[in-house]
């Protein structure tokens, strides 16, 4: 896609993690039978870094089967990763058809996700699925629905939104930080995540209504980390949508290019009592120049707590293991940082980027080791109160909630109002 330098990002963050962030011994796969086989839906960008480096590290993940609209481009994508030829499929139910293919990672456009998470589910996948995972919440309570129709016992299959930063132990310790109260009660939060302006081609996906493009969508981020620092993992939600403003695409004003809104939590206050903490997020996909006209790098994303006794920040949740601090300023004393690991390019031990984290979760998940799965994972439910979050959010800024491909054949079946449940 020429002039879109979100590309060159992408291929950037995968050649990085290539070569600092991938084992220099890979171990040998583990025996047929004994691996779980995945099968890419897409030959999307983001495939390298969030599952072909991170499957480097761990034996028991293979990637076997991949699927592209067009089959030439499916076996070219074959041959580049060594996938074999017969696995390499023209069309995406091909490869749902394949019985060797165990789990499938959706890295496909927002507003096809929930369609084909929901098809990969009934045909007995388990689901990795880009964020995020739906284009509204009627798709997202439809695949509720779909996982709890489904025989309840071990052989589930499991579905998870890729929410990876969720995995990353910065990530882990700076939730922690803020509910041991150490600081304080937590007051307020602020989050902002940007692209700089001009990144974008016109016809990347971001821009696309019907493909769940807007910055809230691509960006969502902003909103997940502000309901899990305040209220932890689960299925919270703010209580009130304060205010939502948004900037629109000119040539298409259902798209939002940066979304700012504000709302308010209730919160237990430790004492018995409730309380309230204001957040503000900011998702931008056009960040402006700097005065007007010098172009910016791409901004690290940045969560701010302000808690009774401290404001603390935690930059670069997005992508910890390349670089992150989490600074704490207290209302009296000295600043002081500190880091969960030192990123160190020499060092080609075992360190995982939040895909591998997100990978390491998501086979304990399936190989059902309940012990050793992240208290946070992130369940159907908190996928539910996620796209909740957004669609109030669009309501709120007087826009159209995104409609994806299986919300279109929810109102051609004329069940909306069940979905809706
Ligand atoms: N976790 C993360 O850090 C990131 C997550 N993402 C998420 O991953 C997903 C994909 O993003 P990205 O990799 O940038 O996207 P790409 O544009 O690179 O890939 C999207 C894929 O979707 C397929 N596709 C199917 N239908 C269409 C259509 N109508 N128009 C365009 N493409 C179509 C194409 O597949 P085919 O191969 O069949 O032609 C294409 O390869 C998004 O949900 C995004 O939010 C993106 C970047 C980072
Ligand atoms: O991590 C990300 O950063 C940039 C976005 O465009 C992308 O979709 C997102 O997942």
């Excluded at 293919?101 to 929901?118: C, K, M, R, T, Y």
């Excluded at 304060?242 to 798209?255: C, H």
């Excluded at 990123?343 to 939040?354: A, E, H, M, Q």
Aim: proline fraction near 6%; hydrophobic fraction near 40%.
């Amino acid at each position: 896609m020429p002039g879109d330098t979100n590309e060159l990002v992408y291929r950037i963050l995968a050649l990085i993690t290539r070569y600092f962030f991938t084992p220099s011994t890979v171990k040998p796969k583990l025996p047929p039978g004994q691996t779980i086989r995945f099968g890419l839906i897409s030959a999307a960008l983001i495939n390298p870094p969030a599952m072909h480096y991170p499957s480097l590290y761990f034996p028991e993940v293979e990637i076997i089967a991949v699927a592209a609209r067009d089959k030439s481009k499916a076996v070219e994508y074959a041959k580049r990763w060594g996938i074999k030829e017969e696995k390499a499929y023209g069309g995406y139910q091909a490869l749902l058809d394949d019985g060797d293919v165990d789990a499938v990672f959706i890295g496909l456009p927002n507003g096809l996700h929930a369609e084909w998470a929901i098809k990969a589910l009934q045909a007995g996948k388990h689901v990795l699925c880009e964020k995020p995972a739906t284009s509204n919440a009627i798709e997202a309570r439809e695949i509720r629905r779909i996982l709890h129709s489904l025989p309840q016992n071990p052989s589930q299959p499991v579905f998870l939104e890729a929410f990876h930063y969720r995995f990353h132990p910065a990530t882990v310790y700076f939730r922690n930080l803020l509910s041991s109260g150490t600081y304080g009660k937590l007051l307020n939060t602020y989050v902002s995540m940007s692209i700089p302006a001009g990144s974008l081609d016109p016809k990347n996906i971001r821009y696309s209504f019907e493909l769940g493009g807007g910055a809230l969508m691509d960006l969502t981020y902003v909103v997940s980390i502000t309901r899990y620092m305040v209220l932890g993992a689960g299925a919270g939600k703010p209580k009130e949508i304060v205010s939502a403003n948004a900037k629109k695409l000119p040539s298409d004003e259902r798209i939002d290019t940066r979304m700012e809104a504000e709302m308010i939590f209730d919160v237990d206050d430790g004492q018995g009592g409730m309380g309230e903490v204001r957040s503000k997020i900011v998702a931008d996909l056009e960040r402006d120049r700097l005065f007007g006209f010098i172009p910016r790098i791409w901004e690290q994303a940045l969560f701010i707590a302000e808690c009774e006794k401290a404001t603390v920040t935690y930059n670069n949740f997005i992508a910890p293991y390349m670089s992150h601090s989490i600074v704490i300023k207290p209302k009296e004393g000295k600043c002081r940082t500190e880091k969960v690991y030192t990123f160190d390019p020499t060092n080609k031990s075992p360190l995982l980027t939040n895909y591998g984290h997100q990978l390491d979760a998501f086979i304990k998940k399936v190989q059902g080791r309940e012990e050793d799965i992240p208290a946070d994972w992130i369940p159907i439910e908190d996928t539910v109160a996620q796209m909740e979050v957004i669609d109030a959010i669009y309501e709120k800024a007087g826009m159209e909630v995104r409609t994806g491909s299986l919300y279109q054949e929810i109102l051609r079946r004329g069940d909306a109002a069940d979905a809706s449940k």
